[in-house]
T-cell receptor, first 111, second 116 residues
């Protein structure tokens, strides 16, 4: 069965610090992997995606993620966090007909 | 370009009342999805349409929920009768041809439903 686990419910980082959000997935076939961001009161916006090829993918807003098949992980990273990055982040895995979302990680950025 | 438009943004109703949520997908997108978001269960897919036809409604929680897509530019999600446990944010999302293979769902801003 497909599933996505985001073990960190809430993370707090200082502005300018580096960030890593964890994501582990379970999927029966080659996964398509995604990270979405949700700002308060808004819908979700795609940050980046992995389908195949280079396992390090670049996204919008300076985010990147690395696919590690051996660990079934797709962790999101950013070298220097900005206050505007405070939001909820969702990892998702999917195929042709659905996306399965994790429960999300809420990011708080402190000055 | 206008994004996915949902209405109402907020709805407060009493238990037993009928609730209708509306969605206008992005023009040219041929797949439409309804998701429900709660603290307890996160984001759940309720139903999705392809070319106005319901493809998978296995996520619809029970018969009180129904969804229609009479044309390519409009969809409704109806709850009748509503119950307090239906309180959630309901998102509509659309994607163009083959969009699920690109993974980019375009989400509306959501309809926050509170059932008292």
């Amino acid at each position: 069965a497909q599933s996505v686990t985001q073990p960190d419910i809430h993370i707090t980082v200082s502005e300018g610090a580096s960030l890593e959000l964890r994501c582990n997935y379970s999927y029966g076939a080659t996964p398509y992997l995604f990270w979405y961001v949700q700002s308060p009161g808004q819908g979700l916006q795609l940050l980046l995606k992995y389908f195949s090829g280079d396992t390090l993918v670049q996204g919008i807003k300076g985010f990147e993620a690395e696919f590690k098949r051996s660990q079934s992980s797709f962790n999101l990273r950013k070298p220097s966090v900005h206050w505007s990055d405070a939001a909820e982040y969702f990892c998702a895995v999917g195929g042709a007909n659905n996306l399965f979302f994790g429960t999300g990680t809420r990011l708080t950025v402190i000055p | 370009d206008a994004g996915v438009i949902q209405s109402p943004r907020h709805e407060v109703t009493e238990m037993g009342q009928e609730v209708t949520l509306r969605c206008k997908p992005i023009s040219g997108h041929n797949s439409l999805f309804w998701y429900r978001q709660t603290m307890m269960r996160g984001l759940e897919l309720l139903i999705y349409f392809n070319n106005n036809v319901p493809i998978d409604d296995s996520g619809m929680p029970e018969d009180r929920f129904s969804a229609k897509m009479p044309n390519a530019s409009f969809s409704t999600l109806k709850i009748q009768p509503s119950e307090p446990r239906d309180s959630a944010v309901y998102f509509c999302a659309s994607t163009p041809v083959g969009g699920m293979n690109t993974g980019e769902l375009f989400f509306g801003e959501g309809s926050r439903l509170t059932v008292l």
